[in-house]
């Protein structure tokens, strides 16, 4: 007993003195908050492949795993050009495993799991009738959440929450990717809303991904207003992890003097030679 106690007490304390980390470069939009992380960031990325995995099995045995090719195309093409500038804010995201694919679905919703695990819904583009730049504000929204490690830092406050849990864990030998991680991940991506302070930088590094990739970030303004107008009549569940609001867009108003620049640029290098 005396030694479960003092292994749980280790836990305790390990947890309380875990320093914080910053988990990419700020960028245009200046993102300078550091996260605590009591995960591995390893252990994370394992539990997000075994949930991925779970669904494109589901998907797959029903049926609906890229049951629209033409959709599957235009979603690699958009993401294959926001990849490359993922590197303004963590270089080594360029060395992730990434996986994109479509569900044929009339679900209004999308998602990037840690390391690069997306799956985007037909309903969010069927529904909304996105342009390939709104597409590509969805796309930089998820994929900034994983940039920044959210689910990580999310799971990582559960755990604070749970010591007992943790301690328990310690004393069986069960590390943190075995104590149901994937079904966490599942969670976070699936049922729980991101708190504001994330959902914020989501939004401004998806704009920054956006501009850099060459879609014209004044789009991103027309997707959340296209997101309102669903809320009102049909809330979809993407609007239950991600809530549509006017402050929201405002905000996005606000940083787009930032990033424009970048999407002339970018616009630039597109420009064929004379």
């Known amino acids: 007993m005396r030694m479960a106690t003092a292994k749980v007490l280790v836990v305790s304390l390990a947890l309380a003195g875990c320093a914080t980390t910053q988990t990419t470069q700020p960028g245009a939009v200046d993102i300078h ?3 605590t992380m ?3 960031e390893a252990s994370v990325e394992h539990g997000a492949q075994q949930s991925y995995l779970g669904e494109l099995e589901k998907a797959g045995a029903s049926g609906k795993l890229n049951a629209d090719p033409a959709l599957t195309a235009r979603i690699r093409r958009i993401t294959d050009r926001l990849i490359p500038v993922t590197a303004t804010f963590r270089p080594d995201a360029l060395e992730w495993k990434w ?9 209004v919703n999308a998602y990037c799991m840690p390391g690069g695990k997306i799956m985007v819904y037909s309903g ?3 529904k909304l009738q996105l342009d390939d730049a709104e597409i590509a504000t969805v796309l930089g929204h998820e994929m900034s959440h994983a940039l920044r490690e959210h689910t990580r830092e999310r799971v990582s406050k559960a755990y604070e929450q749970q010591v ?6 310690v004393l069986t030998g069960a590390g943190p990717d075995t104590i149901a991680l994937a079904d966490q991940v599942a969670s976070v991506t699936f049922e729980l809303p991101h708190d504001r302070e994330q959902e914020s930088e989501a939004d401004v590094m998806g704009l920054e991904l956006m501009a850099r990739a060459g879609y014209d970030p ?10 309102m107008a669903v809320e009102k009549s049909e809330p979809p569940q993407y609007l239950s992890t991600h809530p549509a609001s006017a402050n929201r867009i405002a905000e996005l108003e606000r940083h787009l003097p930032q990033v424009l620049p970048l999407y002339a640029a970018a616009e630039r290098k597109d420009l064929p030679a004379h």
């Open 164 to 169: 007992a849990l943790v301690g328990l864990a």
């Open 218 to 227: 004044h789009k991103a303004i027309s997707l959340w207003k296209k997101m």
């Open 38 to 40: 009591l995960v591995s």
């Open 99 to 107: 996986e994109v694919n479509t569900l044929s679905t009339p679900e």
């Open 124 to 126: 969010l583009v069927d």
């Open 33 to 35: 908050r550091k996260q």
